[in-house]
C-alpha cells in the first residue's frame, strides 16, 4: 500500500507571548490628521501586561508554523461521522471576501444592502426547496443554535395554543446538543431506546398529552435511515405534538428525500455539513431552521422578505420568539454556502448525496468482516463500527491514534453512544476511490498490528509534533492562560 | 461536477465490490412513500466564471465604505485589517481543520486558542476566557444564564443604554427560564442612572448587565455599579461592544466586573454584514466549573512536552447532556484565530495608537457637529469612538439627505428608542479622514461636499 503518512521537518514555536518584549509592532497607522485628545485620568488604563511586541514577520512565522501543526481536510482524508467534513471549494472563499460582501456594514440602508438581501432570499428559498419546508430563518450562528431556534419556536407555537406541554422525548441516538437545548427551552427530557432505528411502537409508548416533541434525527447517527419516519410522525401530531429533526445528516438526502414531505415540522441545517462551509478549527458555522408553514409566524426577526419595493427586513412579527444573536446570521457563511447550491445546482446535490452513499458503503463492503458492525441495515453517508473485534487489548483510542500515523485523521470515536467502542466513519462526496482505498488498507493493517504488535497502537501516535497529550492532567489541573512562566500542574485550583 | 472525483468506472467497481446493481438500490431503506419523486427545483449548475460573475453582480449592490464615506457602528466598526490577518486564517490548515477533539493533530488550533484565551484575560483583566462564542449578544444572554446559575437567583438588571441585540438576545434567551428582566434607564450623562440602579438591585438579583461603552458610546461608571451590585451579591457583567476601546480603558476586572463578555469583530473581522463575528467571554476563577463554551488548556504529552487540548468538557453537552451548562457546541475558531494574529500585530503600543487615533477622530467629529447649528450633543458622559447626535428634525430625514452625497452619516435610533425621533448614532474610526468628516458636517449643515 502506499503509505500516506510521513514525517517531515516540524519547527518548534513558542508562545506568543514567550518572544521576548523589545518594543516591536506588526502594525503601521497614517499620521494623525486631527488633533490629539484625552480621556480623563481615572478613565485610562495604565498598561497591557504581558501583551506581545512582534514585528509582521515574527507574526506570520509564527501562525505559519502553528498551521502546520494541524490537520485538515486539505492536507488529507478527514472521515469524521456526523461532522461531515467535506472538501470546502475554493471559489467560495473568493466568493465571501467580495468587497460588497466583506465591507458591507450591518446597519447600512436596506436600500443599500440589497445584493446581500437578494442572496439570503435566495438561500431561504434554495433550503426551503431541499428540505421541503416553506419558512427558513438564516439567523442562528451554528447547528446547536438553530436547535434553540427551533426548539424556542415549538414552545411558542404551544404556548400560543394556551399548551402547557412539559416533556421532549430524545433517542438514545441523538446528538448531545438536542438534551441540552431542550433542557434550555425549559422542557423535561424523556430517553427513548431505539433498535438502531427508532420504532414508531416505542414512539406511541411514550407519546401523551405533555409531550411537546420528538428530537430525531433522519439519517440517524448509526448512519441509517429512519424508515418509520412517517408513522413516527404521524403518532406525534395525533398527539398534538411536533417533530423536530436534528439536520446534521442532511448530506445524505439532497434530492432524494425531504424531512418536510415526511412529517417533519422544524429542521436545522448544519451548513458546513451539508452545502461544504468550511468549519475553521471550530467555527464559525450557520445554522439556519426551516419549519411549516404554520409555524412560520414564530421565526427570529428579522426575516428576509420581499415586497414591491424590494427585499427587506422585517421586524414586525409579533408572535416571534426574538432574536437570537446580533445582526442577521453568519452571512459570510451564507455566501459560501449559497455559491456551493449555485455550483451544483440539483443535479449536482443529488449525485452529492449518491456518491457520498456510495463511499460509505464501499467502505464498509471492505471492512465488514474485519471490523464488528453492530448494526447491518444498509448505511446511508456513514457507517458505525465497534472495536469488539479489535485484538491485543487494544481499543477505539488506539486505533484513532494509529490512523494518524497512516496519515489518517482519525473517524469520530465512542460515538453514538448506543455502541460501546463506536466508531463512526463518514467519507464524503468528495473523496476518490482511490483515497478511500488507501484509508481501507490503512485500516485493515492496523488490525493486523492489534494481532501481532498491539504495542504500536498503544504507544501511537509517533510521527507527530506531540505524543498522546495527558487530558486528566488538563481537567484536574486547569492552565486556560499563559500566566507569565512557570510550569505545567503549577496552576490554579 | 468538479468538486466530485467519481468516474463511471469507479462507480461500477465500488458497486461490485459492494454487490449492489445500482446506486439507486443503497437507498432500499428509504421507503417509496418517503421519496422525492421529481428533481430538487434549484437554478441549473454555474460554471465557475458563470458564479462569480453572478456573486459580483450582487455584490456591487451593496454600499461600502470603499463607495460611501462610512460612519456607522452600533456594534460593527470598520477598522484596518492588516493583510497578514485574512493571508494567515486563508491557510487551509487552519480553515478546514475541525474542532480540535484529536489534540496530536491539533495543536495549531489548539496554541492559537490558549493565546486567544490568554489576550482576552489580558485586555478585560479576568482570569479566565473560553475559546469563544458565536458573537457578543450571545455571549452576553449566556452570561446572564451563567449569573443565574452561580448565584441560583433570578432576577436581572439589563441597563436600557445595552445594545438592543444584546438586550433582545438576553430576552429571548431567557424566555422560558422564569427569569425576570428589568430595564434600568439611563440619565442626562447617557449613563445608567445611579438612582435607579439603587432602587431595583435587591438580595433578587443575580446579574446586572452594562455596556462598556454602552450602545450610546458611553463610557458606563463601572466601579460605581459594581459597589452597587457586590454589595447585594449579584455579579456585574460588562458587555462590550466595542473592544477596541479596552486598548485605552480601564479594564473591567480593575472596576470590579465579575464578568465581561463582548463582541470581537473589531479585532480584524471584516463588517460581513453582521457576520460570522466573534463573541469572547471571561469571568473571574470563582466561575471556572460554570463557564459555557469550549476551554483549552495546557498539558503535557507522555514524553513530557507542551501541549494543548480542549478541557473541563464535562461541563458541555458531551457527558451530562441535559445539565450541561450551555447547549453551545462549536466555537468560533477561525475568527478568534484572526483576533489573535491582529492583536499580535498591534502588540501592546499598536493597540494603544489606534484606540488613541478613534478616539482623537470622534472628538474631533463631535466637537465640529456640536458647533453646527440645529446639531447637539444630547449625552455629556465620556465617549471612545462614537457618540449620539440630535438632528433638527427626523433622524433618518437628516441622514437620507447625506446619504444622497455619499456618506453614510449614522444610524437613526428611533427603531429601538421611540422617544428618540431626532437622534443619531456616529461612528468615527481610524480609517475616517479629516475631510471625511468635514464632509460629513457640511452635509449635515445642509451644503454641498
Not at chain 1, 67 to 83: A, E, I, K, M
Not at chain 2, 300 to 311: P, Q
Request: charged share 20%.
Amino acid at each position: 500500500m502506499t503509505q500516506v503518512g510521513t514525517s517531515g521537518l516540524q519547527l518548534n514555536e513558542k508562545l506568543l507571548f514567550e518572544h521576548s518584549d523589545k518594543g516591536r509592532k506588526g502594525y503601521s497607522l497614517p499620521a494623525l490628521d486631527v488633533p490629539a485628545a484625552q480621556l480623563p485620568a481615572e478613565l485610562v488604563r495604565t498598561d497591557i501586561r504581558g501583551f506581545p511586541e512582534l514585528s509582521e514577520l515574527d507574526v506570520v512565522r509564527h501562525f505559519t508554523r502553528l498551521s502546520t501543526w494541524n490537520y485538515g481536510v486539505d492536507s488529507g482524508f478527514y472521515p469524521l461521522g456526523s461532522c461531515t467534513m467535506k472538501y470546502n471549494p475554493k471559489v467560495n472563499e473568493v466568493a465571501c471576501r467580495l468587497p460588497g460582501f466583506a465591507g458591507l456594514h450591518p446597519h447600512a440602508p436596506e436600500d443599500l444592502s440589497q445584493g446581500a438581501l437578494e442572496l439570503m432570499y435566495q438561500l431561504q428559498q434554495d433550503l426551503a426547496e431541499t428540505s421541503g419546508l416553506p419558512a427558513v430563518t438564516l439567523q442562528p450562528g451554528a447547528g446547536a443554535h438553530g436547535e434553540l431556534a427551533g426548539m424556542l419556536m415549538i414552545r411558542a407555537w404551544h404556548e400560543a395554543r394556551g399548551s402547557r406541554r412539559g416533556k421532549v422525548l430524545i433517542p438514545d441516538t441523538a446528538h448531545g446538543t438536542n438534551p441540552a437545548t431542550a433542557a434550555l427551552c425549559g422542557y423535561q427530557v424523556i430517553p427513548v431506546s431505539s433498535e438502531g432505528v427508532l420504532r414508531a411502537a416505542a414512539v406511541a409508548e411514550l407519546m401523551d398529552e405533555d409531550v411537546a416533541a420528538l428530537m430525531i434525527t433522519n439519517p440517524n447517527t448509526l448512519g441509517l435511515f429512519e424508515s418509520e419516519i412517517t408513522e413516527i410522525c404521524r403518532i406525534v401530531h395525533e398527539r398534538g405534538g411536533l417533530v423536530y429533526c436534528d439536520g446534521a445528516n442532511l448530506n445524505a438526502l439532497m434530492g432524494i428525500s425531504r424531512p418536510g414531505d415526511l412529517g417533519i415540522d422544524v429542521m436545522h441545517f448544519n451548513l458546513h455539513k451539508t452545502f461544504a462551509t468550511p468549519h475553521g478549527g471550530g467555527g464559525p458555522g450557520a445554522g439556519p431552521v426551516g419549519v411549516t408553514a404554520e409555524l412560520a409566524p414564530f421565526l427570529p426577526v428579522p426575516v428576509v422578505v420581499r415586497d414591491e419595493e424590494g427585499i427587506r427586513l422585517d421586524f414586525e412579527r409579533p408572535q416571534s420568539i426574538g432574536t437570537l444573536k446580533g445582526f442577521y446570521g453568519h452571512f459570510g457563511v451564507l455566501v459560501r454556502a449559497f455559491a456551493y447550491i449555485r455550483s451544483l445546482g440539483p443535479d449536482g446535490l443529488r449525485k452529492a448525496t449518491e456518491m457520498a452513499v456510495l463511499n460509505a458503503n464501499y467502505l464498509r463492503a471492505r471492512l465488514e468482516e474485519t471490523y464488528h458492525l453492530p448494526y447491518k441495515a444498509r448505511s446511508l453517508h456513514e457507517v458505525v463500527f465497534s472495536d469488539r473485534k479489535l485484538a491485543g487489548g487494544c481499543r477505539t483510542l488506539d486505533l484513532a491514534k494509529r490512523l494518524i500515523d497512516y496519515g489518517f485523521h482519525p473517524p469520530t470515536i465512542y460515538f453514538p453512544l448506543v455502541v460501546a467502542g463506536a466508531i463512526m466513519i463518514e467519507p464524503t462526496e468528495s473523496e476518490s476511490l482511490e483515497s478511500i482505498d488507501e484509508f481501507c488498507e490503512a485500516m485493515l493493517a492496523i488490525a493486523r498490528e492489534a494481532e501481532t504488535q498491539p504495542e504500536l497502537l498503544k504507544e501511537a501516535p509517533r510521527r507527530t509534533r506531540v505524543g498522546r497529550l495527558d487530558e486528566t492532567r488538563a481537567a484536574r489541573r486547569p492552565r486556560l492562560r499563559w500566566d507569565g512562566g512557570g510550569q505545567v500542574g503549577e496552576g490554579q485550583e | 461536477m468538479r468538486y466530485i472525483p467519481h468516474t463511471e468506472e469507479d462507480v461500477r467497481h465500488m458497486l461490485a465490490a459492494i454487490g449492489a446493481g445500482s446506486v439507486e438500490e443503497l437507498f432500499c431503506e428509504i421507503p417509496s412513500a418517503a421519496r422525492l419523486k421529481r428533481p430538487l427545483q434549484l437554478p441549473a449548475a454555474r460554471s465557475e466564471s458563470e458564479l462569480l460573475a453572478e456573486l459580483a453582480e450582487l455584490a456591487l449592490r451593496n454600499a461600502t465604505a470603499e463607495t460611501h464615506r462610512m460612519f456607522l457602528g452600533g456594534g460593527a466598526y470598520n477598522h484596518f485589517i492588516p493583510a497578514a490577518v485574512d493571508h494567515l486564517i486563508s491557510r487551509s490548515e487552519f480553515y478546514t481543520a475541525y474542532t480540535p477533539y484529536q489534540p496530536e493533530i491539533s495543536q495549531g488550533t489548539l496554541q492559537a486558542i490558549f493565546e486567544f484565551q490568554t489576550l482576552i484575560c489580558q485586555l478585560t483583566g479576568m482570569d479566565v476566557a473560553n475559546a469563544s462564542m458565536y458573537d457578543g449578544a450571545s455571549a452576553c444572554a449566556e452570561a446572564v444564564l451563567m449569573a443565574a446559575r452561580a448565584t441560583k437567583r433570578a432576577r436581572v438588571l439589563l441597563a436600557r443604554s445595552l445594545h438592543p441585540d444584546y438586550r433582545a438576545t438576553v430576552a429571548t434567551y431567557c424566555r422560558y427560564l422564569d427569569l425576570e428582566l428589568v430595564e434600568i434607564d439611563f440619565d442626562a450623562s447617557g449613563r445608567t442612572d445611579p438612582d435607579r440602579l439603587q432602587a431595583e438591585l435587591d438580595e433578587r438579583c443575580a446579574a446586572l448587565v452594562l455596556g462598556y461603552p454602552n450602545f450610546f458610546g458611553v463610557i458606563e461608571d463601572l466601579g460605581t455599579a459594581a459597589r452597587l451590585a457586590s454589595g447585594h451579591g449579584a455579579r456585574l457583567i460588562a458587555a462590550v461592544q466595542e473592544p477596541l476601546a479596552l486598548g485605552l480603558l480601564k479594564p473591567p476586572a480593575e472596576l470590579g466586573a465579575d464578568i465581561v463578555v463582548g463582541e470581537g469583530q473589531s479585532f480584524g473581522l471584516p463588517l460581513a454584514f453582521g457576520g460570522p463575528y466573534l463573541g469572547f467571554f471571561a469571568a473571574r476563577s470563582q466561575d471556572l466549573r460554570n463557564l459555557p463554551g469550549r476551554l483549552v488548556g495546557e498539558t503535557l504529552d507522555v514524553n513530557g512536552r507542551r501541549g494543548f487540548v480542549l478541557t473541563l468538557a464535562t461541563r458541555e453537552q458531551h457527558i451530562r447532556r441535559e445539565k450541561a451548562t450551555s447547549n453551545i457546541c462549536s466555537n468560533q475558531g477561525l475568527c478568534a484565530l484572526a483576533a489573535t494574529i491582529y492583536l499580535a500585530l498591534l502588540g501592546r503600543r499598536g493597540l494603544r495608537e489606534t484606540a488613541e487615533h478613534n478616539l482623537a477622530k470622534a472628538a474631533y467629529a463631535r466637537k465640529q457637529i456640536a458647533a453646527l447649528s440645529g446639531f447637539t450633543i444630547p449625552f455629556s458622559g465620556e465617549v471612545f469612538n462614537e457618540f449620539v447626535v440630535e438632528g433638527p428634525k427626523k433622524a433618518a430625514d437628516v441622514l437620507r439627505r447625506v446619504q444622497e452625497q455619499g456618506i453614510l452619516g449614522g444610524i437613526p435610533l428611533v427603531r429601538w428608542y421611540p422617544d428618540m425621533p431626532q437622534r443619531f448614532l456616529v461612528c468615527v474610526t481610524e480609517q475616517n479622514r479629516r475631510d471625511d468628516i468635514d464632509a460629513l458636517c457640511a452635509a449635515l449643515a445642509g451644503g454641498a461636499l
